[in-house]
């Protein structure tokens, strides 16, 4: 039901990131939204930079993605999305318990939009912990790439294994 997904499923992963990013429309503040939310280059760099992706099929569609980085000493989570009309039924939680067991570092990170309220509940649900402004700032810094404005508008939660 899981498995890993490569460079050659790029379509297939770009639909469900695509449709599942449609939530954060109007939610995030405009200037951080964009159509497609994750361009094809984009995605192909995550792949170049290290990012593994993991997807979930269900009757033969993949419904659901879900990466991780491991940079420096932590594992990142990346990229969750699950199809609009799968959402709320437990995929999500699958990709995640699949990545805490296949994970190698004693820290997980996960950046979220702090307007994506949703997505903060899921992750607390999975027992990680949100980081203060503070912390969330240095941890931006020292583990991603993020313009400023997106800084500004994420949080950071972390599961300790
Ligand atoms: C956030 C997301 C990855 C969670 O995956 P999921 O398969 O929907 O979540 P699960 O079914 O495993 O867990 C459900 C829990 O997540 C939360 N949740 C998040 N989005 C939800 C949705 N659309 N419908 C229902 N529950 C949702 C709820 O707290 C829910 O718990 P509850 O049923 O006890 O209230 C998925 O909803 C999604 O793709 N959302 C849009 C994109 C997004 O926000 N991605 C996060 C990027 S960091």
Redesign the pocket.
């Known amino acids: 039901m899981i498995t890993e997904y490569t460079k050659k499923d790029l379509l297939h992963i770009l639909n469900v990131i695509n449709d ?2 449609l ?2 429309k109007g939610v995030i503040p405009d200037s951080c939204w964009k159509e497609p939310y994750m361009p094809e280059q984009e995605l192909i760099s995550e792949f170049d930079n290290g990012v593994r992706i993991f997807g979930y099929k269900k009757n033969n569609i993949l419904v ?1 993605v879900m990466g991780i980085q491991e940079v420096e000493d932590i594992t990142l989570i990346r ?4 199809l609009s009309g ?9 990709l995640l318990q699949y990545l805490f067991k296949i994970n190698r570092s004693s820290s997980m990170l ?3 939009w702090q307007d ?1 309220t ?2 903060i ?2 992750y607390i ?1 999975n027992n990680f912990v949100l980081h203060t402004r503070k912390q969330t700032n240095l941890l931006l810094q020292r583990y991603w790439q993020v313009p400023i404005k997106q800084m500004i508008n994420s949080v950071v939660l972390e599961k300790l294994s």
């Open positions: 599942a990013a939530k954060y659901g990229h969750a999305y699950i799968y959402q709320g039924i437990g995929i999500g939680k699958s996960v950046g979220t994506a949703w997505a509940r899921f649900k």
